[in-house]
């Protein structure tokens, strides 16, 4: 994704150890799939606008007016694309789950939505209420987390002076970006937890989270070497997974 676009996951630098400040997000007890190989692509259907909020795979994302959203699953036939979006930006028992393809218009919380791209990684949504991108591209109060929802201006934004900040956290494009395996959690100054909690060589996957604000805002499960993920408004390919780390190499 590009740094003038949306970004659920928001960094600040370097690889740093840390914690994620207390107990994590409820997870749904089934994450978004992988971009496996039975999925056929297109990788991409349908163009980000600028102004559009970045649904991670498998993450969610709390919209304005309290309302939330999850990337719960995806589908390709080699033509075109699909996802499965789920109501509220944690898991909770009785949530609607809707399946969804591009120019689709959805409504959360009161607030509409069109579904401007899906892919394997993430699903853009553009707001049709100017309130809304109004609301989205505010400025925080702060640039420092503190944890918890406080953090939200930080991680569920398309601020583009937040962007900024996040992107610079990362190494620049053709830059490697590393999160050691089983480690702990790799901690970011803008709120962004990531964590590798598993590498299987056999396989030649990993699992790779971020969680933000208390909410888990990415869960790329089975990832393998050359899938594309998405961290703070960049985009990374998969570039190398060894038993003690995944590496990110950054794309754009």
């Known amino acids: 994704m590009t740094t003038t676009a949306a970004a659920l996951l928001l960094a600040g630098c370097g690889t740093g150890g840390g914690d994620d400040g207390g107990d994590g997000p ?7 799939a992988s971009a496996a190989a039975a999925d056929k692509g297109p990788v991409c259907v349908g163009e980000a606008p600028k102004d559009g909020l970045h649904l991670l795979r498998g993450g969610g994302f ?3 007016g309290k309302g939330g959203v999850q990337y719960t699953g995806a589908s390709a036939d080699g033509t075109t694309r699909s996802a499965v979006l789920r109501e509220g930006a944690t898991y909770e028992e009785g949530q609607q789950e809707q399946t969804v393809r591009t120019g689709q218009q959805v409504t959360y919380a009161g607030h509409a939505y069109t579904v401007a791209q899906i892919c394997t ?3 853009v949504l553009e707001p049709q209420d100017a309130a809304d991108r109004t609301a989205l591209a505010a400025a925080p109060a702060s640039m420092k987390s503190v944890g918890g929802p406080a953090d939200d201006g930080l991680c569920f934004t398309t601020n583009p002076e937040v962007l ?3 992107s610079k ?3 620049a494009e053709g830059g490697t970006q590393s999160v050691v395996a089983n480690g702990g959690a790799t901690a970011f100054p803008t709120g962004l937890s990531l964590t590798v909690s598993g590498v299987d060589p056999a396989a030649a996957t990993a699992h790779l989270k971020g969680v933000c604000a208390a909410v888990m ?3 790329y499960k089975d990832v393998r070497v050359g899938d594309t993920v ?3 408004g960049a985009r990374f390919e998969v570039s190398e ?3 003690r780390a995944v590496r990110l190499k950054r794309t754009a």
């Open 241 to 243: 997974l060894t038993k």
């Open 217 to 219: 805002v990415a869960d």
């Open 26 to 32: 409820t997870a749904a007890p089934t994450s978004a």
């Open 230 to 232: 998405e961290l703070a």
């Open 164 to 166: 900024a900040a996040a």
């Open 169 to 171: 956290g990362f190494p």
């Open 62 to 64: 709390r919209l304005p």
């Open 121 to 123: 990684y993430r699903v």
